[in-house]
Structure formats: C-alpha cells, structure tokens
C-alpha cells in the first residue's frame, strides 16, 4: 500500500539523495538538491517535500519552499513546488497527482508552479491550476538619459519595510537589486540578468515594489539599467498595468497557480525555486 504523506526533518537527507539520484542531468548536484529543499525562507522545521512511500521505500517526492508574503491583506502563505519525481515502478497509480494534492490541500496556502515542463501540462490542467501568466511585457533602450539610482539599495536607499525584507531575504542569491529616482518617487526593482539567447541579455523583473511606477516609467527605467544594445528589458505582465511596451511576448510555458488568497499581481517570482537556483525564465 502507497502511503502520501510531509516529509519530516529527519528525513531531508533521504529525500535529497532520492532527488540526486532521479535527476542525474540537473545542473546542480547534492549541494544544489541540498539548497532547493532546505525550505529557506520556511524554516528547518517547516514542510519541504511531499512524499510517496511503498513501505518503508521512497518512491515519489513532491519539493516545495514556504513564505509569508505581504499583500494589502496582511500576510498570506505561500507555496512554490519545484521538482517531482515518482519511480518508474511506481507509475501509472496516480502518485504524482496525489502528491501535488497533498501539496496544496491547504486553502489557505497559494501554490505556484513557475517552471512547468510542457510534458506536464496534461496533469498541471488535471490538477486544477489556473494560469498565471502567459505573456511577458519588453522595452529596448532608446538612448534617453539615465535616472538616478543606486544598486546597493539595502546599504544607500530608504526602503520601506517590505522592500527591505524581501531584499534581505534574497541578499546572497546574484539577483541584481536597484532603486531608481523616478520623478514620482523612489522604484525597488529586483532584476535577474540572464543570456536566453545569443542576440541579447534579458533584464527580467522577478520583484517590483511600486509597480505604478514602473508602468509610468518603464522606458526611462530601461534607459537607466540597460547597455544601449544587445539587452532588453522583460516583466511579465501580471505585474503592472497600464504599461506601453514596445512588444509583448508569448511566454513559452505559462505560469500556473492555485489558490485564491494571494491576487496574480502579488504573485511575483521571489521566494521561488526560480531565484533560489538562479534559473533563466521562459
């Protein structure tokens, strides 16, 4: 009998050599499985893994990072799952759903999957994901003159509160903070710089303090952050409205989530397996 059930602290160890060794071909080895299920911003003692067991063997586990995030509404939880994997002996018994079930059974938890493969697609729809996001916002610099701004925001900027937890929370990860003196006022950006492809760099958004701000200024925001060729600057479209890009993109595989505490402009990519393992975004 298929038992599903949180992985406990003394188990972490099990479950990241169950993961190093289903995933010979990720870029990361132990240290990174090590990093990706360390539940960072959850707590050692926190849920980190859903798992699937035949007896007293591993045979399927579910990753995930916890946070409190801060909405107008106070602060709400939230759940990223990252990688899963069930045993090839062991397919075609329904584990993986029953694994992203358990994972978000909690009404009060706000679920994403940022980083779906296509071949999921099928169970992500059969689990009852809505989409996210599936468009991206791009502008290209135009050569206007820069803003004033500072890419050491937690040593020279006066952050409010929120701001400056989420910065500090993501000190260490290579993300590029700024903030920028629009003429409205000050704009927290958190950029991941990323070659997708051989024509350019892309600037992604993966945070935006104020995004009324961005929308208004995204161009003199470009003009400030960007090399004057070969780069661009993306956000995915959720996240501000209003905005005049100069295109609009189909991301390749939308973003998912499932819950309904948190708004899908409140749902940006921190906090994620995204920033935690400095993947490239489709």
């Known amino acids: 009998m298929n038992t599903i059930t949180f992985a406990t602290p003394d188990q972490r160890n099990q479950v990241e050599a169950f993961m190093l060794a289903a995933f010979p071909r990720a870029k990361w080895g132990a240290e990174g499985w090590t990093r990706l299920l ?12 859903v ?46 759903e029953k694994l992203m079930h358990a994972a978000m059974a909690d009404p009060e938890v706000t679920s ?32 206007t003159a820069p803003l004033p701004h500072t890419l050491v925001p937690l040593d020279d900027a006066p952050l409010n509160a929120v701001d400056a937890q989420v910065l500090a929370d993501h000190d260490d990860l290579g993300l590029k903070p700024v903030v920028i003196d629009t003429p409205d006022g000050p704009l927290t ?30 161009q003199a925001v470009t003009d400030t952050l960007l090399p004057e060729s070969a780069a661009v600057f993306s956000i995915d479209s959720r996240l501000i409205t209003g905005a005049q890009p100069d295109a609009v993109e189909q991301i390749e595989v939308p973003r998912f989530y499932k819950g309904t505490s948190m708004l899908p402009c409140e749902i940006d990519h921190m906090y994620s397996e995204v920033v935690l393992m400095g993947m490239k975004l489709y």
């Open 51 to 96: 798992t699937a067991w035949d007896g007293d063997t591993l045979v399927g586990v579910m990753g995930m990072n916890d946070s409190l995030r801060h909405t107008p509404r106070g602060p709400k939880r939230y759940r990223n799952l990252t990688s899963w994997y069930v045993l090839k002996s062991h397919r075609g018994m329904g584990l993986g």
């Open 189 to 218: 950006l958190v950029l991941s710089v990323k070659q997708k492809v051989d024509e350019y760099v892309t600037h992604e958004v993966v945070y935006v303090g104020q995004p009324p701000l961005l929308a208004r200024h995204a």
């Open 112 to 143: 994403t999957n940022l980083t779906s493969a296509k071949a999921a697609l099928p169970l992500v729809d059969r689990i009852g994901f809505k989409i996210l996001d599936a468009q991206r916002l791009v502008w290209r610099p135009s050569g």
């Open 38 to 49: 360390a539940n960072r911003w959850g707590g050692e003692q926190g849920e980190f893994a």
